[in-house]
Nanobody, 123 residues
Framework: QVQLVESGGGLVQAGGSLTLSCAVS????????MAWFRQAPGKEREFVSR????????AYADSVKDRFTISRTIAGNTVSLQMSSLKPEDTAVYYC????????????????WGQGTQVTVSS
């Protein structure tokens, strides 16, 4: 069974930076495509970024491109999301997710989810 635990959320001023981490349990970490989604109050959950099993392929939502960077470490079974130039509209609960289908931004393709971590960006 795969378990995901996010950390690193918090309160930051606009223009600031924050790094989220997702610790993944399970021996088959490398088999999974890992992704970050977020859900703002009153809005549907949306795709933020994803990374392939070996970290070769990445993708980003247009709203975060050039500001966020996703990475993963095989040794540490960790996926990170480095966020910079944060904006108030980045405020949301951020979720880490794991799936086996490459190339999708559809949350239904991801089978395992963390509990989420709150990111609040003040103006």
């Amino acid at each position: 069974q795969v378990q995901l635990v996010e950390s690193g959320g918090g309160l930051v001023q606009a223009g600031g930076s924050l790094t989220l981490s997702c610790a993944v349990s399970g021996r088959t970490f490398r088999n999974y495509v890992m992704a970050w989604f977020r859900q703002a109050p009153g809005k549907e959950r949306e795709f933020v970024s994803r990374i392939s099993g070996r970290g070769i392929s990445t993708a980003y939502a247009d709203s975060v491109k050039d500001r966020f960077t996703i990475s993963r470490t095989i040794a540490g079974n960790t996926v990170s999301l480095q966020m910079s130039s944060l904006k108030p509209e980045d405020t949301a609960v951020y979720y880490c997710a794991a799936g086996v289908t490459l190339g999708t931004t559809n949350e239904r393709a991801y089978d395992h989810w963390g509990q989420g971590t709150q990111v609040t960006v003040s103006s």
